[in-house]
């Protein structure tokens, strides 16, 4: 059976560096069934470590800390406070679209663990992505007047506290300037108090910077160092 549709799923930036070599081993005689699940499993692994970081969680959490501040900045700055948990109808859609692209940033920061999470990061992202969904779904539900406020809240407390083990693993993995800062701010919106919401803001901003920053750098991501 021919391999090269099974090299064909690796990044392009990865066969550009590594294809000549990759295709004078295959060629070098038969595969075995257990070479076919290594180059199932090293395409899986090029894509979710790339040699190069993706920008993609960095603008994630630039735009959706942006979002969210400018949603904190038109709660907190109402003459008159809402109900907890502290929406206003006009600006739900725009939290809304603050949330998707945070849930984007958060699977971003939690590939930074690779190997090093084990099974932890794989239990902390799966409750990262439930509630992180969960929420969106109680955000479109008060967009169209189905749910209620104890219900919103709930949701959010569930994509904090996933969010929060996220950022808990990386700092035990060793990327501590990220995992502190995905920790630091879904801590404080668990606070039942609308001013936290910005802090909650500029940590996913900070996220962001630090990203771009590293990225800009040429070095690689925490997970990648030796």
Do not use: K
């Not at 008159?80 to 971003?108: K, N, Q």
């Not at 920061?109 to 190997?115: E, F, T, V």
């Not at 406020?149 to 083990?165: D, K, S």
Request: charged fraction near 15%.
């Amino acid at each position: 059976m021919n391999p090269a549709p099974l090299v064909r799923l690796y990044p392009r930036s990865w066969r550009r560096r590594y294809g000549v070599e990759m295709r004078a081993v295959l060629d070098a005689g038969p595969l075995r069934a257990r070479d076919w699940l290594d180059l199932a499993r090293g395409a899986l692994d090029a894509w979710l470590h790339p040699a190069t970081p993706s920008r993609v969680p960095a603008v994630a959490a630039l735009v959706g800390g942006g979002l969210w501040t400018v949603v904190a900045a038109a709660v907190v700055f109402q003459p008159v406070p809402a109900d907890w948990p502290g929406y206003f109808s006009e600006i739900v859609p725009l939290a809304l679209v603050a949330v998707g692209f945070l849930l984007v940033a958060s699977l971003g920061c939690a590939l930074r663990a690779g190997d090093r999470g084990g099974r932890a990061i794989v239990f902390a992202s799966t409750l990262c992505v439930i509630g992180y969904v969960v929420w969106m779904a109680a955000l479109a539900a008060t967009a169209a007047g189905i749910a209620d406020g104890p219900a919103l809240a709930a949701a959010q407390a569930l994509a904090m506290i996933g969010t929060t083990l996220v950022g808990a693993v990386l700092v035990r993995a060793g990327d501590e300037t990220v995992g502190l800062l995905v920790v630091a701010g879904p801590v404080a919106m668990l606070i039942p108090w609308t001013l936290t919401w910005l802090a909650f803001g500029a940590a996913w901003t900070a996220v962001g910077i630090a990203l771009t920053m590293e990225r800009r750098s040429g070095l690689p991501e925490r997970w990648v160092a030796p």
